[in-house]
T-cell receptor, first 111, second 113 residues
Framework: EDQVTQSPEALRLQEGESSSLNCSYTVSGLRGLFWYRQDPGKGPEFLFTLYSAGEEKEKERLKATLTKKESFLHITAPKPEDSATYLC????????????FGDGTTLTVKP | KAGVTQTPRYLIKTRGQQVTLSCSPI?????VSWYQQTPGQGLQFLFEYFSETQRNKGNFPGRFSGRQFSNSRSEMNVSTLELGDSALYLC????????????FGQGTRLTVV
């Protein structure tokens, strides 16, 4: 069974203090790993898809990386508007349309 | 382009009743997946439809069912509601579901009393 574990559960940073969120996964044949951002009361917002180990993607202050067992979401010089819950999900090669999500990391950035 | 639309946004039902939720995907998207989100269990996969066919199903009881219409709009139904069914129900739309970006709606907040 596919599994995704995210750490830490919660992270509090000062504005400008860079850090990383971790996503460890087990899946039978990774089709893709996804990162989402979710604000309270809203649906998840797509950020990145990573397909294979060694791949990296960037968007503004966010950079996602992938190894064979985990993914990191690096946040550089965060701002208060980056505060949200960040979700990681995996999709197995044999499970079209089904993503297995982690419980998320709730990030709070203080000004 | 218009995003994923879920209706209604909020719903209050009594135990034992049934409920139908609707999801209109992004135009051109043929895959619709449904998820249940609760504080204790996180996002749990319910099922996925592609071109009117259920292609994948999660580990939920038979009280949870869905369908997809020829215009890709999807509905999910929950019969004989239980208190534990209270959750945010989210649908995600993607072009074909396989490793493609999925776009979520705002969700339907269901409260069972």
């Amino acid at each position: 069974e596919d599994q995704v574990t995210q750490s830490p559960e919660a992270l509090r940073l000062q504005e400008g203090e860079s850090s990383s969120l971790n996503c460890s996964y087990t899946v039978s044949g990774l089709r893709g790993l996804f990162w989402y951002r979710q604000d309270p009361g809203k649906g998840p917002e797509f950020l990145f898809t990573l397909y294979s180990a060694g791949e990296e993607k960037e968007k503004e202050r966010l950079k996602a990386t992938l190894t064979k067992k985990e993914s990191f979401l690096h946040i550089t010089a965060p701002k208060p508007e980056d505060s949200a819950t960040y979700l990681c999900a995996v999709q197995a090669a044999t499970n079209a349309g089904k993503s297995t999500f982690g419980d998320g990391t709730t990030l709070t950035v203080k000004p | 382009k218009a995003g994923v639309t879920q209706t209604p946004r909020y719903l209050i039902k009594t135990r034992g009743q049934q409920v139908t939720l609707s999801c209109s995907p992004i135009s051109g998207h043929r895959s619709v997946s449904w998820y249940q989100q609760t504080p204790g269990q996180g996002l749990q996969f319910l099922f996925e439809y592609f071109s009117e066919t259920q292609r994948n199903k999660g580990n939920f009881p038979g009280r949870f069912s869905g369908r997809q219409f020829s215009n890709s709009r999807s509905e999910m139904n929950v019969s004989t509601l239980e208190l534990g069914d209270s959750a945010l129900y989210l649908c995600a739309s993607s072009f074909e579901g396989r490793n493609t970006e999925a776009f979520f709606g705002q969700g339907t907040r269901l409260t069972v009393v």
